[in-house]
């Protein structure tokens, strides 16, 4: 027992000291951030730096309280989009969400009136809040694309950018639940909209996702108007220490958990997607291949990779995330199928050094 | 003593995130604008809620609650207007109990314990150590309930332990990993994710495995005579060894043979998408190469 807390400890500590994730400061401190200072938030909140610069929020921080319930909320929702608000505070060029909490709205094309009724509930809930100790002021707002991936549509783009004006400072979060399974992380991404008319530098462009054909158009109209934040998680001392502890009892679970079968709706869905992808873009090299070949190249310098290899790439993580899961089955497998009446004799007398299969055929 | 109710109940890692962030929450707003040395660690409280089938108590959730310690009075109003709240959000949720945080149940639990019996007549309490104790391997979260026992001839209220499992969602599961132990959160690369997904793997099955051992050790010694002769535990053990081959059916292998001979076809599939992508970039630059050969007309084609 202790030989394995102490090995995933120095594991960890390597992957953390590789990575260049900042070690904690000692217990002590890391809570601070858990303190709330009126008079700070309030002298930043009149002094409005964010005004200045459109790109001057550059990272989130969140708590694993917020990241563990907005996930919980948006799988919870199943394929409907739900949406709620983030509370927290601001600290230089990084907006930092300590809880959130889900509104009780779905969301749906006609956002205006949804504003309302949650609006109500958003002022009963803070009022409330404030008593027993929350005394954080909304940053934010989350809702989910269950499935097609985090980025901001086009009534998200309107949606944040009049949130921007009136409400500053706020942070629009997008989660993916049913990616979130699939792929086994977490599917979290954070905007912030740029001003009408602002010209945004040129960057490259951020972590390559897939988008369903219906959603592409959308998702590419608007792309340029907005830019994502890091995202970094925290937690507090005690959390950390639950959670070591909590491993202790959910390491059934994960040995439990049969991705494949969950998920069994969304990659039937993919698969579909992607032919239909292909079937576009058969149509247009056949197209351009033959009397286009001259003029092509010379235009296609500067673009990013055609259709077909942004398919191929589509079709590679999805099988990935499918080959994943039956490694896990295989393994389930292994583990307690092959075990036969006549071995049985001998399973318990076998030598247990290292992770081996404990019993073999 | 423990619970002779028969209730099985399962908690779920967000209520214990929930309250370990209440408690750190209030004690750093305490400990920030009050002189050193900290006073003592304040308790905080709440409720719990959940579903509860048959007799499956499953706790889902929580919200905080007002308590005035120094009067021992509960702001029902609050109670009632969270209840509220959460009910439009999670229509499926009850309050199934309360929780606070503290080291051992005092003699004030019970009055808070009674004056929920009117939302739930047989709340449960959830008590949260939130000491840290890094020699303990145990969750400090014990569930007590509320049960009639007759004492000195005074039938009164006490409470009892009840024994919990952990539950979670497939969600909750990958975030709790996430934040507990700081997975690579750009894993883009196939390797990574690959890496991360069986390490986990191999992190559990090295705790089966190390609980297998324990079993095993303690019953060699059973064996040798250093340790008193148990029936039930000898039992159990038996009962777990005679349940593997876990599933032995023929349909159950015809299952597994086609879940891994569609994942074969996608592998095939996508392999066959790439090949045709690579192909086709290959034709592209082979005709970029040898284009300059073929602008003068009448020329054949090239090969």
Known sequence: MEASTSSAAVARQTWEIENNIPMDTPSGDSDAIFEYDDAAQSAILQQKPWTRDPHYFKNVKISALALLKMVVHARSGGTIEIMGLMQGKTDGETIIIMDAFALPVEGTETRVNAQADAYEYMVQYSQTNKQVGRLENVVGWYHSHPGYGCWLSGIDVSTQMLNQTYQEPFLAVVIDPTRTVSAGKVEIGAFRTYPQGHKPPDEPPSEYQTIPLNKIEDFGVHYKQYYSLDITYFKSTLDSHLLDLLWNKYWVNTLSSSPLLGNRDYVAGQVADLAEKLEQAESQLAHSGRMGGFFMPVQRKKEEESQLAKISRDSSKITVEQLHGLMSQVIKDTLFNSVTPATTALGLSLDMSGPEPMVET | ?303
């Open chain 2, 1 to 303: 003593m423990s619970s002779s109710s028969g209730l099985t109940f399962k908690l779920h890692p967000l209520v214990i995130v929930n309250i370990s962030d209440h408690y750190t929450r209030i004690k750093a707003q305490q400990s920030g604008s009050a002189p050193r040395p900290l006073p003592p660690a304040p308790r905080v409280y709440g409720c719990v809620l959940g579903v509860q089938t048959g007799r499956t108590v499953e706790i889902f959730n929580s919200f905080e609650l007002h308590y005035d310690a120094t009067k021992n009075v509960l702001d029902r109003a609050f109670l009632e207007s969270k209840q509220e709240q959460y009910k439009k959000v999670f229509p499926k949720y009850d309050v199934l109990g309360w929780y606070s945080t503290g080291s051992d149940i005092q003699d004030s639990d019970m009055l808070i314990h009674k004056a929920l019996t009117d939302i739930n007549e047989s709340p449960v309490y959830l008590l949260l150590n939130p000491t840290i104790n890094h020699a303990q391997k145990d969750l400090p979260i014990s569930i007590f309930e509320s049960e009639l026992h007759v004492i000195e001839g005074v039938p009164s209220l006490i409470f009892v332990n009840a024994s919990y499992t952990i539950e979670t969602v497939e969600a909750e599961r990958i975030s709790v990993d996430h934040v507990a132990h700081i997975k690579p959160s750009d894993g883009s690369s196939a390797a990574t994710q690959l890496a991360a997904h069986l390490t986990g793997m191999h992190s559990a099955i090295k705790m089966l495995n190390s609980r297998i051992r324990v079993l095993h050790h303690h019953l060699v010694s059973i064996q040798k005579g250093e340790v008193p002769y148990e029936h039930s535990l000898l039992r159990q053990v038996s009962s777990l060894v005679r349940r593997l081959p876990a599933i032995d059916s023929s349909r159950f292998q015809d299952d597994f043979v086609m879940e891994y001979n569609d994942t074969l076809l996608m592998t095939y599939l996508a392999t066959i998408t790439k090949c045709s992508s690579t192909m086709n970039e290959l034709v592209d630059k082979f005709n970029t190469a040898y284009d300059k050969q073929n602008r003068r007309p009448g020329h054949s084609t090239f090969i």
